[in-house]
């Protein structure tokens, strides 16, 4: 069974940086597409930044620029460098996997971690 751990959120001042880990546990699976998402009060769930098995990127154009997706296959980690934060990147941040086993492809999600951003 594998599980996404996601750490890093916080609360932090208009400006500010943060990152944002997550980690698959498990064994028997590789990993293929990596992606954050988003989801603010009211708000439907947003795609926030994807990074391919062979790490190409690609962002949403509201934090292009600020934001930086990456990842380390060895330690089936993906981290998310936020870095001139504005209130209205408040949201709960989701991590997503495509986990590849032998003869199929599932996705999971992590558990969501808060990122307050105050003006």
């Known amino acids: 069974q594998v599980q996404l751990v996601e750490s890093g959120g916080g609360l932090v001042q208009a400006g500010g940086s943060l990152r944002l880990s997550c980690a698959a546990s498990?064994?028997?699976?590789?990993?293929?597409?990596m992606a954050w998402y988003r989801q603010a009060p009211g708000k439907q769930r947003e795609l926030v930044a994807t990074i391919t098995s062979g790490g190409s990127t690609n962002y949403a154009d509201s934090v292009k620029g600020r934001f930086t997706i990456s990842r380390d296959n060895a330690k089936n980690t993906v981290y998310l460098q936020m870095n001139s934060l504005k209130p209205e990147d408040t949201a709960v941040y989701y991590c997503?996997?495509?986990?590849?086993?032998?003869?199929?492809?599932?996705?999971?999600w992590g558990q969501g971690t808060q990122v307050t951003v105050s003006s």
């Open positions: 498990g064994s028997g699976f590789s990993i293929n597409a």
């Open positions: 997503n996997a495509g986990i590849l086993y032998p003869r199929a492809e599932y996705d999971y």
